[in-house]
């Protein structure tokens, strides 16, 4: 079974930058699909940005371009989120979650953790 621990989210203010992390367990990761969604309030939950373990491509919602990057440390089993120059419309709890390749769904999830950008 595989287990994911979201850690890092917390109040900012507007411009500011902050890291999520995501620790992975349960599993070997290497063929895995890794992706950081959000969820706002009264809004769906929205990808945000997602990697694929071996070989470390990345996409991006387009609202995040240029300010976030997601990225993962092998030997950590950990995926990270480096989000930068904040907005309150970033404000939401943000998830962890695994696929076993692009061709399926997110299946694992983990328990999420809430930004705050203040204005």
């Known amino acids: 079974q595989v287990q994911l621990v979201e850690s890092g989210g917390g109040l900012v203010q507007a411009g500011d930058s902050l890291r999520l992390s995501c620790a992975a367990s349960?599993?070997?990761?290497?063929?895995?699909?890794m992706g950081w969604f959000r969820q706002a309030p009264g809004k769906e939950r929205e990808l945000v940005a997602e990697?694929?373990?071996?070989?470390?491509?990345?996409s991006y919602t387009d609202s995040v371009k240029g300010r976030f990057t997601i990225s993962r440390d092998n030997a950590k089993n950990t995926v990270y989120l480096q989000m930068s120059s904040l907005k309150p419309e970033d404000t939401a709890v943000y998830y962890c979650a695994a696929r076993g390749s692009l061709l399926q769904r997110y299946d694992y999830w983990g328990q999420g953790t809430q930004v705050t950008v203040s204005s």
């Open positions: 990697i694929r373990w071996s070989g470390g491509t990345t």
């Open positions: 349960g599993r070997t990761f290497s063929s895995y699909v």
